[in-house]
């Protein structure tokens, strides 16, 4: 019985604990961009997911390059040493688009829904810029080593019944994410012009008028909303794989962690974030034999218990949104919804 | 005036001479899900025009031209269109296509049939096409997964298998070649523990994996495509550790798969259709001095079905759309004196003899009245990191 029990908390941590951990910080990271452009500039930046897939397309092109020059990171994967340039990228972008585009209409303080579709027209721009460049098809950039536990390795370390894999992407992505979230909160809480973000955040007006200067203010956000996007992108497309359209598939289930956290609020995308991922991958899984280790033989299910299809996985995100949107609109972490 | 006159007579001579020309369709995946496959099978489709316009034997020197279009593989409205432009804007005399399924009996009921137009699919190989009403305008060289899906259950019991996962493409290819394994399986004393579909292009399959490794089985059947969802599941069946070995069918059947997934690979079996008969090889060696692998899926298949056209309207005396149909069924089997691979000029010469002909070509080519072809399957297994021929069923 105890060696069952050992098996099935293994069986649910390979299959759900472990992906949706990985999976919920690349949309904790997503979710942080979109709702700081919210809280901040106020309003929803549909180009977020792609801006995500160009700063990941950035990081892919330089990664073939440097694998190209057989400069690499042994055992870690070579696109961490092109994410910094990626992230320079990708705000250069985002600052090119506001110019263009967004600070046209702040200027002349038009309606967030304004701005709101205006993200959308940036995000066919951005999604038709990244297919150009690298086409649509599934690009593959990750090496080094590809896990850090295999199952097959673990089985025979423990001699359980069930493996556990842990891939170095997905240990990869949680740390640079807790980096990301820590560094951010800091600069938030701490520095002046995080104070100052935050200021202009509660209240436009009263900021401006206590000396807070508006266009340093939104030069920041960008910065920090596309390195939020860089990072994400890239860990998504190692951890997963890099094709445009599932980037753009990405914004649902990051506005859905960003409204159940409480849009504007930065700790709540984070909750969001991994809300989104584990409710994903918990409903579609199935537990017969995950029940099947821990019931006795005469009661095991015949059935595979399986809440929902895995085809339904996307449209989680969706009752989740209108769930949060019915009973709780300013979500768990009481955000702005005007 | 007069250089005038005889520029414009020139011109006339040449474009009548172009006219002399048969233009055959080439309409293959060569986007989508099957885009590493695509480049072989249309080369060797060229290949036996090729030897054709060499030969000078094709009615009476005429030459046979090669006009390509883009299948997707995938998306109907696209390889109609693409169809429509062949048929209309190229006028070909028939068309060598298209390779999967569903863009298959799409292009058949929207262009083929409509326009009455031939048309051979070296590749594709859903049950649904041979009862399709096709008024006797659609062929194929290669098999049907009815016979297929029998064949895998061979394999699958051969080797000890007795429940098995089966996770297919969504679509006609698939959910046809699925229910086919099934049926043959259960049929054989083996129970399929579950079959789902996947869909392609998606990021992540560790979901579906983990649905499928759920159900118990210890086995995962793949009837999906190497360059989309089959690849990724079975890359995520590896990552997660819930499936060592695969069974594969011939839509996952390339060196891409191998070079993708590695050395893990090793063990997992798959089948396609081909032969090791003498013909197979003797097109394997002639189209490797043109460049194209013979013993990738669908090469050979491909080459027979542009061979068939060609020939068919030299037993016809014309070019006529109309008159290659009816004469396709009569090159292809017996009785007759029997044509194989790279022997194109015999055939022809036979043909304008008043002779009769068996094309045998490199896959042994023997259509039902369906038109359907009958042809053997290749079981292979990666074995070092290679898709090894084991046996013939």
Redesign the interface.
Known sequence: MGVDVVNAMVLLANFVVVPALAYGSQLALGALGITLVYGILRFANFSHGDLMAFGTMVVILLTWQLQAWNIGLGLLPTALLALPLGIAATIAVGLAADRAVFRFYRLRRSAPVVLAIASVGVMFVLNGVVRVVIGPDDRSFSDGARYLINAREFKSLTGLAEGLTIRTSQVLTLALAVIAVAALFWFLRRTRAGKAMRAYSDNEDLALLSGVEPDRVVLLTWAIAASLAAIAGTLYGLDKSFQPFTYFQLLLPMFAAAIVGGIGQPHGAIAGGFLVAFSEIALTYPYKKFLGYLLPDDVRPAGLLQLLSTDYKLSVSFVILVVVLLWRPTGLFRGRIA | MRRFLMAAAALTMATSAAQADMKVGVLMGFTGPIESLAPNIAAAAELAMQEATESGAFLGGMQVIPARGDSTCLDAAAATATAERLVTADKVAAVVGANCSGVTIAVANNVAVPNGVTMISPSATSPALTTLADQGYVFRTAPSDARQGKVLAQVAKARGIDSIAVTYTNNDYGKGLADSFSNAFEAAGGSVA?S??H?D????Y???V??L????AEHLAVFGYI??GGK?IIQASL????FDTFLLADGMVGDSLVE?IGEALNGSVATAPGSDSPNAKKFEEIAAKAGVDGSKPFSGESYDAAALIILAAQAAGSTDRAAIQSKILEVSNAPGEQIGPAELARGLSLLAEGKAIDYQGATDVELTAEGDASSPYKEYEVMDGEFTTVRVH
């Not at chain 2, 292009?201 to 992540?204: C, T």
């Open positions: 579950l789902v579909a869909e292009s998606k990021a992540d560790a979901a579906e983990g649905a490794a759920a159900s118990g360059d989309k990724g990552d997660a550790g819930a993708a």
